[in-house]
């Protein structure tokens, strides 16, 4: 049987180096792309693009088509993230009613398997100093943020399928950055604005961040060993924000940020930060959320996923290096 991977999201960072990378490996891919998105351009040649949207059941079903010789893995990677304090309905549907949409096409459809790109912000925290393993119970309430809500819900919903006959796997990767970001991340921002001289103050905290081609290796690997009704958590180590700046330093050459806002006045700052970005269309530095997320449990196992598929992850200033490089080639510092 001939297999084709099916990737939503492939416009997003995660998506688009899941695509490429399996389209270099000789796989054959199909690309789910909304209308217009500019990011069509940087997928491989033999990737196979279709326009669609996981809010409209109708346009996904020339993505899904195929032959009794053909099996499809689908790896959904579409969805929104988002660090803002405000709720956002469009970031819910999409989380939500999209991997609904998606799960449907794949019953509908009768494919091999559905990967389903969760996020740690998924999984319950604990208490300060814990361990955060895999878990297969998943709850808004359990969660803090609309975005993690909404990722509880739909994993909640997903791992279910496996009951309903649908070979499915989660993986729950961590803060991603790395090189080709085509769009705005939150870490492609805050290195951008170090390296425009526009960081001068920073905040205690920090979090778990995973170098994007790790994730996605780990995610192709996952669709080729997982078994259904499995979850892999995808990160790497903790990195303070005043790490990640330091290691700017020394990538760059640039003076180091020595300043320190108290997380008291950050929090009180932070709707105007958001208004500030908001209004140059730009990803905001820090938010009421995103402050939280500095200042929450993020000590994750990857030990499952090191165990069961062979999962790596490479020096976080490796990372660092690649992404300053790759953004400097785009002229975009």
């Not at 990011?39 to 079903?61: N, W």
């Not at 951008?192 to 994730?215: A, E, P, Q, T």
Request: proline fraction near 3%; aromatic fraction near 8%.
């Amino acid at each position: 049987m001939k297999e084709i991977y099916l990737v939503t999201g492939a416009a997003g960072h995660l998506g688009n180096v899941i695509a490429n990378t399996l389209a270099l490996s000789g796989e054959e891919v199909r690309a789910l792309l909304l209308e217009k998105d500019k990011a069509i351009s940087y997928l491989e040649d033999t990737v196979t693009k279709f326009i669609g949207d996981v809010l409209d059941p109708e346009s996904l079903s020339p993505f899904f088509e195929h032959s009794d010789q053909e099996e499809l893995i689908v790896i959904h990677c579409a969805g929104i993230v988002s660090i803002s304090s405000a709720y956002q309905q469009k970031a819910h549907d999409v989380n939500v009613f999209g991997t609904m949409n998606i799960v449907e096409q794949c019953h509908r459809h009768h494919v091999k398997k559905l990967i389903y790109i969760s996020s740690v912000h998924a999984i319950s925290e604990g208490e300060k100093g814990s361990i955060i393993q895999e878990t297969n119970r998943f709850h808004p309430d359990l969660v803090s943020g609309h975005y993690a809500k909404s990722k509880a819900e739909a994993t909640d919903y997903v791992l279910k399928q496996a009951h309903e006959g649908l070979h499915v796997t989660v993986l729950h990767p961590s803060g991603i950055c790395g090189p080709c970001d085509y769009g705005n991340g939150h870490t492609n921002q805050l290195i951008i604005d170090y390296c425009k001289g526009r960081l001068v103050s920073s905040v205690v905290g920090g979090y778990d961040f995973v170098d994007v081609r790790d994730v996605a290796h780990g995610v192709i690997t996952a669709s080729k060993k997982a078994g259904s009704g499995e979850c892999y958590i995808l990160s790497n180590r903790y990195v303070s924000v005043k790490e990640f700046l330091d290691l700017l330093s020394e990538i760059t050459g640039r003076k180091r940020v020595k300043n320190k806002i108290p997380m008291w006045f950050a929090k009180v700052t932070a709707p105007v930060s958001e208004l500030y970005y908001k209004i140059r269309q730009q990803t905001p530095l820090y938010t009421a959320y995103s402050l939280y997320t500095l200042s929450s449990n993020s000590d994750f196992s990857h030990e499952k996923a090191d165990r069961e598929l062979a999962y790596t992850v490479r020096p976080f200033k490796q990372t660092l290096q690649d992404t300053v490089s790759w953004l400097k080639k785009q002229r975009r510092i």
